[in-house]
Antibody
Framework: QVTLRESGPALVKPTQTLTLTCTFS??????????VNWIRQPPGKALEWLAR???????YYNTSLQTRLTISKDTSKNQVVLTMTNMDPVDTATYYC?????????????????WGRGTTVTVSS | SELTQDPAASVALGQTVRLTCRGD??????ASWYQQRPGQAPLLVFF???NRPSGIPDRISGSTSEDTAFLTITGAQAEDEADYYC???????????FGGGTKLTVL
């Protein structure tokens, strides 16, 4: 059974750095084609993709946020970590991690088949 | 957003509704579709040319035409009431984009 679980602080202050951890089970991030994504959703708003890390440790970021984001993985611990610097109240959102099981650069599709339950982060002083 | 969805749609119980998602990236990539009920994480309901994850009822189907993807729900049920998001890579292939979502009401 594939599961993902997000963890991190529920409250951060403006200008602080947010560190979120996605702990997963049921698959290996060393498997060819495997990726883990981070996505967020502000209250009442749409989903926004943040970053992706793949089995080869390649990282991809939302271009509008890439100066603030870092994604990394610890394959031995089955974890993916996202850091976001200089947090602002507009970053208040539920943050999800989700798996992409068969990413291929030339394939005409992209999807995320299993999602964590999400973790809510509020940015406030 | 580089994918455009209608903000809202409605369907009578047992009838058929088609949700749309438009974007240049859909000329080369198939959309994937997610259902999100209030307070829950998104759930993948359709992806690729013709792929429905295990456990998703076959009344949910997808299709595409040029730059537009469609999610069709045939014989809508009360549990289909949710927000629906489409998703694909952008035209560069490195970014991932979501549509703004469609809130589906089952009357």
């Amino acid at each position: 059974q594939v599961t993902l679980r997000e963890s991190g602080p529920a409250l951060v202050k403006p200008t602080q750095t947010l560190t979120l951890t996605c702990t997963f089970s049921g698959f290996s991030l060393s498997t060819r084609g495997m990726c883990v994504n981070w996505i967020r959703q502000p209250p009442g708003k749409a989903l926004e993709w943040l970053a992706r890390i793949d089995w080869e440790d390649d990282q991809y970021y939302n271009t509008s946020l890439q100066t603030r984001l870092t994604i990394s993985k610890d394959t031995s611990k089955n974890q993916v970590v996202l850091t976001m610097t200089n947090m602002d109240p507009v970053d208040t959102a539920t943050y999800y991690c989700a798996r992409t099981p068969d990413y291929h650069a030339n394939a005409p599709y992209f999807y995320m088949d299993v999602w964590g339950r999400g973790t809510t982060v509020t940015v406030s002083s | 957003s580089e994918l455009t969805q209608d903000p809202a749609a409605s369907v009578a119980l047992g009838q058929t509704v088609r949700l749309t998602c438009r974007g240049d990236s859909l000329k080369t990539d198939y959309a994937s579709w997610y259902q999100q009920r209030p307070g829950q994480a998104p759930l993948l309901v359709f992806f690729g040319k013709n792929n429905r994850p295990s456990g998703i009822p076959d009344r949910i189907s997808g299709s595409t035409s040029e730059d537009t993807a469609f999610l069709t729900i045939t014989g809508a049920q009360a549990e289909d009431e949710a927000d629906y998001y489409c998703n694909s890579r952008d035209v560069s292939g490195n970014q991932v984009v979501f549509g703004g979502g469609t809130k589906l009401t089952v009357l």
